[in-house]
């Protein structure tokens, strides 16, 4: 929760109660971070790195600078965008006139990149915050899998010791039509989910027509034993005549290379891929769809190529400017029983066009 303090103290009380009234946990300077031996501009920051969104209140006054020159505000707004949280922005709606200079240039920038809503009175925030979190609970609450070649957005996803059962409720025909082929010839699919991966035979689709334009799918997908081991990539180290590269290294190049255009290790020897949003780009995807879609073709990549256990996060921040700010953290497999678990390996870098 991130404004002004002082000035907007009313404001920020509806806001809380606004956040601790759909179920979730407000971080404000006040009442979370102080009391402790760190500087102001730390305890800033390291709330804003605790959380999963950022809801900003712009009021006409800049505040107070911190050691870099920039506002609390601004220099959480910016840590937020780096980190990829969802954001929550409200403008107080006042002439452009009462905005001093460098916080009207702020507010400027900031709606060239997001579209914030407003408030006149406080009262107004309590609702506005509401459905806001709502909306992003309800992104979360739903979400992307991908069956095969097809992409659904689920009601839910049930996760059992034998595959995974996918609920949704599908509209488009020509999707409809692809899912009641995989029910008809009992195929062999994989499944990507936000965090794994799942081969198998698709075992039951059942169909409920509740209207002309859609339908109720349940479809489980039983998995195979061998369901991680997709990948021919074989995990070999490499020496370059400058430096060891281990295949986690390798691995991260050649992710970063198709996602970033660049890498700090070699360009060969990972597991080989191409552009791999590629096919993004071209499909014309509405912005609720871009992050999960991402990360859906991120996870089929490290899991089919039996890169890693587990993807521990893919964050994706907002359009700056036709770029976005992506970080991947996923963790490597095993090689030996007997030694320690690898540590995690993290990418970070800026994809175009979408």
């Known amino acids: ?75 959480e707004f910016r840590e937020a965008e780096h980190r990829g949280l969802r954001v929550a922005a409200f403008v107080q709606t006042q002439t452009s006139a009462s905005f001093e200079g460098r916080q009207r240039r702020f507010v400027q920038s900031l709606q060239n990149k997001l579209t914030t809503g407003g408030w006149v009175i406080a009262e107004d925030l309590q609702v506005a915050v509401q459905q806001r979190l709502v909306d992003l609970a309800a992104e979360d609450v739903a979400p992307w899998v991908k069956i095969g070649e097809v992409a659904i957005r689920a009601s839910r996803l049930q996760f059992t010791n034998r595959g995974i059962r996918i609920i949704a409720t599908v509209r488009d025909r020509a999707v409809r039509a692809r899912l009641d082929q995989y029910g008809d010839r009992g195929s062999t699919v994989s499944v990507v989910a936000p965090d794994r991966l799942i081969a198998g035979r698709v075992s039951d689709v059942h169909v409920e027509q509740t209207t002309t334009m859609a339908s109720n799918y349940e479809i489980e997908v039983s998995a195979s034993n061998q369901s991680q081991q997709f990948g021919t990539w074989m995990r070999a180290s490499l020496n370059d005549g400058h430096r060891q590269y281990s295949p986690d290294d390798l691995v991260a190049a050649s992710l970063s290379d198709s996602l970033f255009g660049t890498s700090t290790g070699p360009r060969y020897g990972g597991p080989p891929v191409t552009d791999l949003l590629g096919p993004l780009r071209t499909a014309g995807l509405v912005e609720a769809a ?65």
Not at 35 to 62: E, K, N, T
């Open 1 to 75: 929760m991130s404004s002004l303090i002082d000035a907007m103290r009313e404001e920020r009380a509806f806001t809380r109660r606004a956040i601790l009234d759909v179920g979730t946990r407000p971080v404000m300077f006040e009442y979370d971070l102080g009391g402790q031996d760190v500087s102001a501009d730390r305890a800033y920051l390291d709330g804003v790195r605790q959380s999963s969104i950022y809801v900003g209140l712009f009021g006409p006054v800049y505040g107070v600078e911190l050691a870099d020159g920039d506002s609390a505000t601004e220099a």
């Open 290 to 354: 871009v992050r999960p879609m991402v990360a859906l073709q991120i996870t089929e990549y490290l899991m089919s190529s039996s890169s890693a256990v587990r993807i521990d996060a893919v964050t994706i921040g907002p359009n700056r400017g036709g770029v976005r700010n992506v970080i991947v953290t996923w963790s490597p497999p095993q090689v030996y029983t007997n030694q320690p678990a690898p540590p995690p390996v993290t990418i970070e870098g800026t994809i175009a066009g979408l």
